[in-house]
């Protein structure tokens, strides 16, 4: 639906193998490229192969050429957008990577205005096939079943978001202020996972964000326009200047070092766009390496000289270009948390806050464990983007409510999972999709778009989302993948934690066999996570069942 009047549903998303993690990779991402995409007559682009020197590709709604990129490989992605703007017209939108996608660092990033691709390292895939950026010069133009048909439910659409609480709420405060909640509730990761709270959280509320605001922006046609921008205006880091960050952000740059300057976030925020890295791996990795450093496993010498002290900025600034650039230790955390654990050794990997190498983001499982669950069996690893527990963190009452510390919600976790899937069949964000207008209205939307009768069928759009999640799991049990890696991080399992002033205090993750062995029976999978026949011939999914000859015990 991208390119349309519909409001907040022109995401566009990158599938891949990820190099980080080996499973199956899925990175959604908005400003306008989507609906740029769309108005060239484009839905899906397959990228396959390497060029033997950097490219990129530039698509119009006649033409597709693969370009020299020799002018433009080395540069940041603001530079890098500039140029081919300049080489293609006004009428341009680039995806593209920066210096990290280049160096193949593990969780790079694809940016594109100042909005990311940013989770499972599809930067680095790009980069491994010399592939600087996908540009797109097109005219406005849609391609809808019945127009008139789609226009007049947009227009429903956009009445029922005008009225939505939610909606006023993201419009005013985007992510900048969930914070507020997080640390209240003792699920704001501090200190690489041990704590839930920020000693003094109060000084990075959304409120003191705002104070440094200076601007908002959005992705096409979406009135929330919930990038909010900040500027610095005085101290070591004046002249910072951001779309951003958002809560994810927030945290990658605060809680991970026990800091809360937050001027030192927004130029931390600035300098990963730049650059083209993920700012939650790369938060988390520089948390990880702090961890290391309070314990001896990494050493002044080891860090170029940095003392990675616990509330110390600097490092972190000088880290994440370190990273980028893979230079001196930059290039082990370059690797992400469990590859830079298995190196150093001597029992690092208790700090590798990860599920099948994607670090988590930033909400701490063992105070929200519904969302630890999703982390632990989502395709692509810990990602908040996917099978968000509303349930846990804002206490939604649908499916069902949760007792944010049991751990008895297989259900809902799959719910969650199975709704984000089928909602970015739009693609639609994630935030609009719950402006309350879901599901009624979007499968009316997608049959007028599209002329497909089915799709105007809740029932059906529901399998729609069941069948993405079970084609996943087949793809990452042909990858090898089963039971065995789902799993939340040793941390979680065997250190309680520490919530200072909030509730939740000496909580851990204690039933996680139970809890797969439920979620694997109502998923239809057999004990070992393993989709059975049965179940991929329901979902029309059985040619899926050659690739995973022998993995389906
Ligand atoms: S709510 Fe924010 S992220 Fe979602 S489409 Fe609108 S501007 Fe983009």
């Not at 010399?130 to 097109?138: F, H, M």
Request: proline fraction near 3%.
């Amino acid at each position: 639906m991208a390119g349309t009047t519909a409001q907040g549903v022109s995401r566009w998303m990158v599938c891949s193998k990820s190099p980080q993690t080996g499973a199956f990779a899925r990175s959604v991402c908005g400003a306008d490229f989507g609906a740029w995409l769309k108005f060239a007559g484009y839905e899906i682009i397959i990228v396959e192969g390497k060029a033997e020197n950097p490219v990129y590709l530039h698509l119009s709604d006649d033409k597709c050429n693969i370009l020299d990129a020799s002018e433009i490989w080395g540069k940041d992605t603001k530079e890098t957008q500039a140029w081919l703007n300049q080489s293609h017209g006004r009428n341009t939108r680039t995806a593209c990577i920066g210096p990290a996608g280049e160096n193949l660092v593990k969780y790079a990033a694809i940016v594109s205005d100042r909005r990311t691709a940013g989770r499972c390292g599809t930067g680095a895939v790009m980069g491994s096939k010399n592939l600087k950026a996908i540009s797109v010069t097109a005219q406005r133009k849609t391609y809808l079943a019945d127009t008139e048909v789609y226009n007049k439910l947009a227009k429903e659409q956009i009445e029922i978001i005008r009225n939505n609480g939610g909606f006023k709420n993201h419009k005013e405060w985007g992510t900048t202020n969930t914070q507020d909640i997080t640390s209240s509730i003792g699920i704001f990761p501090t200190r690489n996972f041990r704590y839930g709270q920020l000693t003094d959280y109060e000084n990075i509320s959304g409120d003191k964000y705002r104070l440094l605001r200076t601007g908002d922006m959005g992705c096409y046609s979406c009135p929330a326009r919930c990038g909010k921008v900040h500027t610095v205006t005085s101290g070591v880091y004046t002249g910072a200047h951001s779309e951003g960050p958002e809560y994810e952000s927030i945290w990658a740059f605060t809680g991970p070092i026990e800091s809360s300057y937050i001027e030192a976030s927004i130029a931390a925020d600035e300098l990963c766009d730049d650059l083209g890295l993920d700012t939650i791996s790369t938060g988390s990795s520089i948390g990880f390496a702090y961890e290391m450093y309070e314990k001896g496993l990494l050493k002044k010498s080891d860090t170029d000289g940095l003392e990675l002290i616990y509330g110390r900025h600097e490092p972190m600034i000088s880290l994440i270009t370190k990273i980028a650039r893979r230079e001196g230790i930059g290039d082990l955390l370059a690797e992400g948390t469990m590859r830079a654990a298995a190196s150093i050794g001597q029992g690092a990997s208790i700090g590798a806050i990860h599920v099948k190498g994607l670090e988590l983001p930033a909400y701490e499982p063992r105070g929200a464990k519904s969302q630890g669950y999703n982390y632990a069996t989502a395709s692509i690893g810990a990602s908040h983007c996917y099978g968000y527990a509303t349930q846990d963190i804002f206490g939604a009452p649908f499916p069902r409510p949760t007792d944010r510390f049991s751990e008895e919600y297989a259900d809902v976790v799959i719910f969650n999972q199975d709704g984000s899937a089928f909602k970015e069949t739009g693609i639609i964000c994630a935030f609009a999709g719950g402006w309350g207008w879901v599901p009624n209205l979007f499968g009316k939307m997608l049959k007028a778009a599209r002329g497909i009768e089915l799709l105007a069928d809740n029932k059906y759009l529901d399998k729609v989302g069941e069948r993405m999640f079970n084609l996943e799991r087949a793809f990452n049990v042909r990858e090898g993948f089963n039971r065995k890696q789902d799993t939340l991080p040793e941390r979680m399992r065997t250190e309680p934690l520490h919530t200072r002033r909030a509730k939740g205090e000496g909580q851990m993750v204690s039933h996680q066999d139970e809890f797969l062995d439920k979620y694997y029976q109502l998923r239809g999978w057999t004990k070992e996570g393993i989709p059975t026949e049965e179940k991929l011939t329901e979902l029309g999914l059985e040619f899926a069942l050659k690739d995973m000859t022998g993995k389906n015990k």
